[in-house]
Protein backbone atom coordinates (compact mmCIF):
# COMPACT_ATOMS: atom_id res chain seq x y z
CA UNK A 1 0.00 0.00 0.00
CA UNK A 2 2.70 2.43 0.88
CA UNK A 3 4.34 2.15 -2.76
CA UNK A 4 1.10 2.96 -4.43
CA UNK A 5 0.28 5.90 -1.63
CA UNK A 6 3.99 7.44 -2.62
CA UNK A 7 2.95 7.08 -6.28
CA UNK A 8 0.13 8.98 -6.20
CA UNK A 9 1.98 11.68 -3.78
CA UNK A 10 4.13 12.45 -5.86
CA UNK A 11 2.32 12.50 -9.22
CA UNK A 12 0.04 14.92 -7.33
CA UNK A 13 2.35 17.14 -6.01
CA UNK A 14 5.00 17.09 -8.87
CA UNK A 15 7.62 15.44 -6.97
CA UNK A 16 10.76 14.09 -7.80
CA UNK A 17 12.17 11.19 -5.50
CA UNK A 18 15.98 11.03 -6.21
CA UNK A 19 17.44 8.15 -4.12
CA UNK A 20 21.54 7.28 -3.63
CA UNK A 21 22.76 3.37 -4.06
CA UNK A 22 23.13 3.25 -0.68
CA UNK A 23 19.75 2.81 -0.22
CA UNK A 24 17.75 -0.05 0.42
CA UNK A 25 16.56 -1.74 -2.29
CA UNK A 26 12.86 -1.13 -2.16
CA UNK A 27 13.77 2.95 -1.67
CA UNK A 28 15.88 2.69 -5.29
CA UNK A 29 13.38 0.37 -6.61
CA UNK A 30 10.56 3.07 -5.96
CA UNK A 31 12.88 6.34 -6.56
CA UNK A 32 12.30 8.01 -9.92
CA UNK A 33 16.21 8.75 -10.30
CA UNK A 34 18.90 6.15 -8.26
CA UNK A 35 22.46 7.53 -8.47
CA UNK A 36 25.94 8.53 -7.05
CA UNK A 37 26.78 12.01 -5.37
CA UNK A 38 27.51 13.46 -8.81
CA UNK A 39 24.38 12.32 -10.74
CA UNK A 40 22.14 13.31 -7.60
CA UNK A 41 23.20 16.54 -7.83
CA UNK A 42 22.99 16.58 -11.53
CA UNK A 43 19.49 15.89 -11.49
CA UNK A 44 18.63 18.10 -9.01
CA UNK A 45 19.91 21.19 -10.37
CA UNK A 46 17.69 20.36 -14.07
CA UNK A 47 14.66 18.79 -12.43
CA UNK A 48 11.49 20.56 -13.29
CA UNK A 49 9.71 19.17 -10.18
CA UNK A 50 8.14 21.05 -7.58
CA UNK A 51 9.19 19.13 -5.00
CA UNK A 52 12.91 16.89 -4.74
CA UNK A 53 12.97 14.62 -2.26
CA UNK A 54 16.62 13.19 -1.45
CA UNK A 55 16.80 9.70 -0.40
CA UNK A 56 20.27 9.51 0.93
CA UNK A 57 22.06 11.92 3.48
CA UNK A 58 21.48 15.76 4.99
CA UNK A 59 24.41 16.93 2.59
CA UNK A 60 22.83 15.56 -0.07
CA UNK A 61 19.39 17.00 0.85
CA UNK A 62 21.79 20.36 0.99
CA UNK A 63 23.14 20.22 -2.48
CA UNK A 64 19.92 19.86 -3.98
CA UNK A 65 18.75 22.70 -1.88
CA UNK A 66 21.92 24.78 -3.04
CA UNK A 67 21.23 23.71 -6.81
CA UNK A 68 17.49 24.72 -6.45
CA UNK A 69 16.75 27.36 -3.78
CA UNK A 70 13.30 27.69 -5.42
CA UNK A 71 11.70 23.87 -5.09
CA UNK A 72 11.08 22.41 -1.67
CA UNK A 73 13.88 19.73 -0.92
CA UNK A 74 12.57 17.06 1.41
CA UNK A 75 14.33 14.40 3.07
CA UNK A 76 12.74 11.09 5.18
CA UNK A 77 14.92 11.85 7.91
CA UNK A 78 17.00 14.70 9.15
CA UNK A 79 18.82 12.34 11.54
CA UNK A 80 20.33 10.89 8.64
CA UNK A 81 23.90 12.39 8.99
CA UNK A 82 27.05 11.78 7.14
CA UNK A 83 30.04 10.76 9.53
CA UNK A 84 33.02 12.34 6.70
CA UNK A 85 30.61 15.79 6.62
CA UNK A 86 30.70 15.67 10.15
CA UNK A 87 34.44 15.17 10.35
CA UNK A 88 34.46 18.68 8.68
CA UNK A 89 33.59 21.23 11.30
CA UNK A 90 33.03 24.40 8.91
CA UNK A 91 34.50 26.42 12.09
CA UNK A 92 37.90 24.26 11.95
CA UNK A 93 37.98 24.09 8.69
CA UNK A 94 38.12 27.27 8.31
CA UNK A 95 41.11 27.77 10.42
CA UNK A 96 42.87 25.04 8.46
CA UNK A 97 42.25 26.95 5.30
CA UNK A 98 43.52 30.45 6.92
CA UNK A 99 46.68 28.91 7.99
CA UNK A 100 47.26 27.97 4.52
CA UNK A 101 47.00 31.79 2.24
CA UNK A 102 47.51 31.23 -1.10
CA UNK A 103 45.58 27.63 -1.56
CA UNK A 104 42.80 26.39 -3.75
CA UNK A 105 40.40 24.73 -1.50
CA UNK A 106 39.11 21.39 -3.07
CA UNK A 107 36.43 20.26 -0.75
CA UNK A 108 34.35 16.55 -1.41
CA UNK A 109 30.99 16.72 -1.70
CA UNK A 110 30.24 15.11 1.63
CA UNK A 111 30.48 18.19 3.50
CA UNK A 112 27.87 20.79 4.62
CA UNK A 113 26.62 23.98 2.98
CA UNK A 114 28.70 25.92 5.16
CA UNK A 115 32.15 23.87 4.05
CA UNK A 116 31.26 24.28 0.39
CA UNK A 117 30.52 28.38 1.00
CA UNK A 118 34.14 28.72 1.83
CA UNK A 119 35.53 26.41 -1.19
CA UNK A 120 36.79 27.44 -4.51
CA UNK A 121 35.69 23.80 -6.28
CA UNK A 122 33.97 20.68 -4.96
CA UNK A 123 34.09 17.45 -6.06
CA UNK A 124 33.09 13.75 -5.81
CA UNK A 125 34.89 10.20 -6.46
CA UNK A 126 34.27 10.56 -9.75
CA UNK A 127 35.52 13.48 -11.09
CA UNK A 128 37.94 14.47 -8.39
CA UNK A 129 41.20 13.06 -10.60
CA UNK A 130 40.09 15.18 -13.79
CA UNK A 131 39.75 18.04 -12.16
CA UNK A 132 42.96 17.97 -9.62
CA UNK A 133 44.40 17.49 -12.79
CA UNK A 134 43.09 20.37 -14.24
CA UNK A 135 45.00 23.03 -11.99
CA UNK A 136 48.47 23.36 -12.74
CA UNK A 137 51.19 20.90 -11.27
CA UNK A 138 52.65 23.65 -9.19
CA UNK A 139 49.03 24.86 -8.22
CA UNK A 140 48.96 24.77 -4.00
CA UNK A 141 45.67 22.69 -3.26
CA UNK A 142 43.81 21.67 0.07
CA UNK A 143 41.53 18.83 -0.07
CA UNK A 144 38.94 17.83 2.14
CA UNK A 145 37.64 16.63 4.12
CA UNK A 146 38.27 12.73 3.02
CA UNK A 147 42.19 11.86 3.86
CA UNK A 148 41.38 8.23 2.37
CA UNK A 149 40.40 9.71 -1.00
CA UNK A 150 42.67 12.82 -0.66
CA UNK A 151 45.72 10.50 -0.78
CA UNK A 152 44.52 7.91 -3.60
CA UNK A 153 44.64 11.07 -5.61
CA UNK A 154 47.76 12.41 -4.89
CA UNK A 155 49.16 8.78 -5.27
CA UNK A 156 47.71 8.82 -9.27
CA UNK A 157 48.26 12.32 -9.85
CA UNK A 158 51.89 12.74 -8.70
CA UNK A 159 50.15 15.67 -5.91
CA UNK A 160 50.80 16.71 -3.08
CA UNK A 161 47.93 18.11 -1.92
CA UNK A 162 47.32 19.20 1.73
CA UNK A 163 44.85 16.78 3.62
CA UNK A 164 42.51 17.19 5.94
CA UNK A 165 42.16 14.60 8.30
CA UNK A 166 38.46 13.26 7.98
CA UNK A 167 37.33 9.74 6.77
CA UNK A 168 34.35 7.82 6.35
CA UNK A 169 32.92 5.54 9.13
CA UNK A 170 32.07 2.59 6.81
CA UNK A 171 34.99 3.00 4.48
CA UNK A 172 37.87 3.08 7.63
CA UNK A 173 36.09 -0.49 9.01
CA UNK A 174 36.68 -2.73 5.74
CA UNK A 175 39.33 -5.50 6.96
CA UNK A 176 42.05 -6.29 5.36
CA UNK A 177 42.89 -9.31 7.00
CA UNK A 178 38.86 -10.64 6.08
CA UNK A 179 39.16 -9.09 2.35
CA UNK A 180 41.86 -11.36 1.97
CA UNK A 181 40.27 -14.26 3.44
CA UNK A 182 37.35 -14.02 0.96
CA UNK A 183 40.12 -13.98 -2.01
CA UNK A 184 41.17 -17.09 -0.93
CA UNK A 185 37.61 -18.49 -0.75
CA UNK A 186 36.72 -16.88 -3.83
CA UNK A 187 40.12 -16.72 -6.10
CA UNK A 188 38.74 -15.67 -9.59
CA UNK A 189 36.85 -12.98 -7.57
CA UNK A 190 37.65 -9.43 -8.67
CA UNK A 191 38.52 -6.79 -5.19
CA UNK A 192 36.91 -3.80 -6.34
CA UNK A 193 36.90 -0.46 -3.73
CA UNK A 194 35.85 2.82 -3.62
CA UNK A 195 38.49 5.10 -2.96
CA UNK A 196 37.18 6.39 0.18
CA UNK A 197 39.08 2.77 1.43
CA UNK A 198 42.48 2.82 3.15
CA UNK A 199 45.62 2.35 1.27
CA UNK A 200 46.40 -1.28 2.39
CA UNK A 201 43.12 -1.97 0.96
CA UNK A 202 43.44 -0.21 -2.21
CA UNK A 203 46.51 -1.98 -3.03
CA UNK A 204 45.48 -5.08 -3.00
CA UNK A 205 42.34 -4.23 -4.75
CA UNK A 206 41.46 -5.12 -8.85
CA UNK A 207 39.61 -1.91 -9.39
CA UNK A 208 39.30 1.47 -7.54
CA UNK A 209 36.46 3.85 -8.62
CA UNK A 210 33.52 5.36 -7.72
CA UNK A 211 30.26 4.38 -7.00
CA UNK A 212 29.16 4.47 -10.75
CA UNK A 213 32.53 3.41 -12.16
CA UNK A 214 32.06 0.44 -9.75
CA UNK A 215 28.51 -0.48 -11.30
CA UNK A 216 30.26 0.22 -14.65
CA UNK A 217 33.01 -2.18 -13.83
CA UNK A 218 31.71 -4.64 -12.62
CA UNK A 219 29.15 -4.75 -16.13
CA UNK A 220 31.67 -4.78 -18.45
CA UNK A 221 33.78 -7.24 -16.92
CA UNK A 222 34.08 -10.67 -18.12
CA UNK A 223 34.72 -11.67 -14.16
CA UNK A 224 31.75 -13.67 -12.58
CA UNK A 225 32.51 -12.91 -9.33
CA UNK A 226 33.10 -9.77 -7.22
CA UNK A 227 34.49 -8.54 -3.72
CA UNK A 228 33.02 -5.29 -3.03
CA UNK A 229 34.26 -3.21 -0.77
CA UNK A 230 32.10 -0.48 0.06
CA UNK A 231 28.70 0.14 1.30
CA UNK A 232 26.73 -2.79 0.44
CA UNK A 233 23.64 -1.26 -0.86
CA UNK A 234 25.08 -0.82 -3.92
CA UNK A 235 24.86 -4.23 -4.69
CA UNK A 236 21.05 -4.25 -5.28
CA UNK A 237 22.02 -2.27 -8.56
CA UNK A 238 24.72 -4.49 -9.56
CA UNK A 239 22.96 -7.40 -9.25
CA UNK A 240 19.86 -6.00 -10.71
CA UNK A 241 22.57 -5.31 -13.93
CA UNK A 242 24.38 -8.34 -13.92
CA UNK A 243 21.81 -11.30 -12.47
CA UNK A 244 24.34 -14.07 -13.88
CA UNK A 245 27.20 -12.70 -11.36
CA UNK A 246 28.00 -12.64 -7.73
CA UNK A 247 28.62 -10.10 -5.43
CA UNK A 248 30.73 -10.96 -1.79
CA UNK A 249 29.97 -7.98 0.35
CA UNK A 250 33.37 -7.10 1.80
CA UNK A 251 33.04 -7.31 5.48
CA UNK A 252 33.77 -4.68 8.11
CA UNK A 253 36.54 -5.43 11.21
CA UNK A 254 33.18 -6.01 13.41
CA UNK A 255 33.12 -9.96 13.08
CA UNK A 256 29.86 -9.93 13.69
CA UNK A 257 28.39 -8.39 10.32
CA UNK A 258 28.81 -9.58 6.88
CA UNK A 259 28.41 -7.16 5.65
CA UNK A 260 29.46 -3.15 5.93
CA UNK A 261 26.49 -0.60 6.26
CA UNK A 262 25.84 2.97 6.40
CA UNK A 263 23.71 3.02 9.95
CA UNK A 264 22.66 6.79 8.34
CA UNK A 265 21.64 5.73 4.84
CA UNK A 266 19.48 3.21 6.52
CA UNK A 267 17.87 5.24 8.49
CA UNK A 268 15.35 6.13 5.70
CA UNK A 269 12.55 3.58 5.27
CA UNK A 270 9.68 3.72 2.80
CA UNK A 271 7.49 4.73 5.74
CA UNK A 272 9.30 7.60 6.59
CA UNK A 273 9.52 8.41 2.65
CA UNK A 274 5.59 8.21 2.83
CA UNK A 275 5.02 10.39 5.67
CA UNK A 276 7.79 12.79 3.94
CA UNK A 277 5.61 13.36 0.64
CA UNK A 278 2.40 13.63 2.96
CA UNK A 279 2.96 16.32 5.40
CA UNK A 280 6.12 17.68 3.41
CA UNK A 281 8.28 17.35 6.43
CA UNK A 282 11.31 17.42 6.83
CA UNK A 283 12.42 20.47 4.23
CA UNK A 284 15.93 21.31 4.07
CA UNK A 285 16.73 25.31 4.76
CA UNK A 286 20.02 26.72 4.03
CA UNK A 287 20.77 30.28 5.14
CA UNK A 288 20.53 32.31 1.67
CA UNK A 289 24.04 34.01 2.18
CA UNK A 290 25.58 30.27 2.45
CA UNK A 291 23.33 28.94 -0.51
CA UNK A 292 24.32 31.88 -2.62
CA UNK A 293 28.43 31.48 -1.88
CA UNK A 294 28.14 27.34 -1.72
CA UNK A 295 26.20 27.38 -5.16
CA UNK A 296 29.31 28.82 -6.43
CA UNK A 297 31.95 25.52 -6.52
CA UNK A 298 29.22 22.94 -6.84
CA UNK A 299 28.11 24.80 -10.50
CA UNK A 300 31.91 24.72 -11.52
CA UNK A 301 31.90 21.37 -10.66
CA UNK A 302 29.02 20.83 -12.96
CA UNK A 303 30.37 22.61 -15.64
CA UNK A 304 33.25 20.86 -15.81
CA UNK A 305 32.06 17.40 -15.17
CA UNK A 306 29.69 18.03 -18.27
CA UNK A 307 32.54 19.03 -20.65
CA UNK A 308 34.46 16.26 -19.72
CA UNK A 309 31.21 14.08 -20.35
CA UNK A 310 31.02 12.56 -17.03
Not at 3 to 27: C, F, M, V
Not at 264 to 285: A, D, S, V
Amino acid sequence: MEKEEIDRLRREKNAIILAHYYQTGDIQDIADFVGDSLALAQWAAKTTADIIVLCGVHFMGETAKILSPDKKVLVPDLNAGCSLADSCPADKFAEFVDQHPGYTVISYVNTTAAVKAMTDIVVTSTNAKLIVDSFPKEANLIFGPDRNLGNYINSITGRNMLLWEGACHVHEQFSLEKILELKAHYPEAEIVTHPECKQPIIKVSDFVGSTAALIKHTAQSDKKQFIVATESGVIHEMKKKNPGKEFIPAPPNDSTCACNECNFMRLNTMEKLYNCLKYEQPEIKIDKEIQEKAVLPIRRMLEISERLGL
